[in-house]
């Protein structure tokens, strides 16, 4: 069974970079169905899809967020990992990873939004 | 348009029957499925519905999805009290984007 869990400090600076590792188990990362997502929830308000990578690299990234964001994967320790640079107290959220249903094959790739299973959560707060 | 519209909110007495709409754009829910996520208070989101109407080992039948053109609902039969949470649809969207909807609190009266 496919577990989550995320990993990082739970407080950043203004103006720094958030640092962000999702381990997953019971299955590998290099599996061809899936990429891997990060999803982000500020407090009391909805969900924002921040990016994701298949074990290949490929990755795609939300366009509001683009010149922020970089995710990375490392097979040899099922994980991958998110960074937010320059972040302000708007990023303050739960940050969520996720299996997120898709693959790439013959140059093309697919996603969708079928995240499962999710990770528990993890709160980054943005404050000096 | 970055997000799905849902209404904020929904209700019901026990045993009823409570509706939720997304509506979406020919970009996103016009050419790609539709998946609901539950989210019960303080937890992480859970896979309710995908593939429009599609319900993952586990899921109770009496949520059922359905998709027409731009539109999507989620709907809960025979409400209980355990099904007070937040529900989020999501599509992919073809300008690379996965878009979440507003989502909606179902309360159970």
């Known amino acids: 069974q496919l577990q989550l869990q995320e990993s990082g400090p739970g407080l950043v600076k203004p103006s720094e970079t958030l640092s962000l590792t999702c381990t997953v188990s019971g299955g590998s990362i290099s599996s061809s169905s899936y990429y891997w997502g990060w999803i982000r929830q500020p407090p009391g308000k909805g969900l924002e899809w921040i990016g994701s990578?298949?074990?290949?690299?490929?990755?795609y990234y939300n366009p509001s967020l683009k010149s922020r964001v970089t995710i990375s994967v490392d097979t040899s320790k099922n994980q991958f990992s998110l960074k937010l640079s320059s972040v302000t107290a708007a990023d303050t959220a739960v940050y969520y990873c996720a299996s997120q249903v898709g693959y790439c094959s013959g140059g093309s790739c697919y996603v969708s939004a079928l995240f499962d299973p999710w990770g528990q959560g993890t709160l980054v707060t943005v404050s000096s | 348009q970055s997000v799905l519209t849902q209404p904020p909110s929904a209700s019901g007495t026990p045993g009823q029957r409570v509706t939720i709409s997304c509506s979406g754009s020919s970009s996103n829910i016009g050419s790609n499925t539709v998946n609901w996520y539950q989210q019960l208070p303080g937890t992480a989101p859970k896979l309710l519905i995908y593939s429009n109407n599609q319900r993952p080992s586990g899921v109770p039948d009496r949520f059922s999805g359905s998709k027409s053109g731009t539109s999507a609902s989620l709907a809960i039969s025979g409400l209980q009290s355990e099904d007070e949470a937040d529900y989020y649809c999501a599509a992919w969207d073809d300008s690379l984007n996965v878009l979440f909807g507003t989502g909606t609190k179902v309360t159970v009266l």
């Open positions: 990578i298949y074990y290949s690299g490929s990755t």
